[in-house]
């Protein structure tokens, strides 16, 4: 289970504040590259489990928020579309290992794009490229 509050929208070719900015309570399987939101993980053998949302991660930004003034084992999620959400895991090391899954799928789906099935070659290969712009602007 997480608690989720969505903060930031993106509407009309601008970032706005959430108009219903209250915490809402989902149980929340990631399945590829795509966040699904539940009401609830109990359901019946006949019947298939409907998610209430969906949340496309490809190009995610995820981290920590260990500074939240009310809550604990906060991490915020801000999606390539501009949408931001805050999302509260039950404890430490679910915290951990939903940033972790989370930041695993970008990889994942960045190397997957870019045709190499090596996810750290790839990476190490982009640090490259960005320490060598960084020593030609310095």
Same mark, same amino acid.
């Given at each position: 289970?997480?608690?989720?509050?969505?903060?930031?929208?993106?509407?009309?070719?601008?970032?706005?504040?959430?108009?219903?900015?209250?915490?809402?309570?989902?149980?929340?399987?990631?399945?590829?590259?795509?966040?699904?939101?539940?009401?609830?993980?109990?359901?019946?053998?006949?019947?298939?489990?409907?998610?209430?949302?969906?949340?496309?991660?490809?190009?995610?930004?995820?981290?920590?928020?260990?500074?939240?003034?009310?809550?604990?084992?906060?991490?915020?999620?801000?999606? !390539?579309?501009?949408?931001?959400?805050?999302?509260?895991?039950?404890?430490?090391?679910?915290?951990?290992?939903?940033?972790?899954?989370?930041?695993?799928?970008?990889?994942?789906?960045?190397?997957?794009?870019?045709?190499?099935?090596?996810?750290?070659?790839?990476?190490?290969?982009?640090? !490259?490229?960005?320490?060598?712009?960084?020593?030609?602007?310095?």
């Amino acid at each position: 289970w997480l608690s989720v509050k969505n903060w930031l929208v993106h509407k009309k070719r601008k970032v706005e504040p959430a108009p219903r900015r209250t915490w809402r309570q989902y149980w929340v399987c990631l399945k590829g590259s795509v966040l699904l939101f539940y009401k609830s993980c109990e359901q019946e053998p006949a019947e298939k489990p409907v998610a209430r949302h969906s949340l496309i991660i490809e190009g995610c930004i995820v981290q920590a928020l260990p500074e939240h003034p009310k809550r604990e084992y906060v991490f915020s999620l801000s999606t !390539a579309f501009g949408d931001a959400f805050m999302l509260q895991a039950p404890d430490g090391a679910e915290l951990d290992s939903w940033v972790t899954a989370l930041h695993t799928a970008c990889a994942s789906l960045f190397a997957r794009q870019h045709g190499k099935s090596d996810t750290v070659k790839l990476l190490k290969s982009e640090i !490259a490229k960005l320490e060598c712009s960084i020593d030609l602007v310095s």
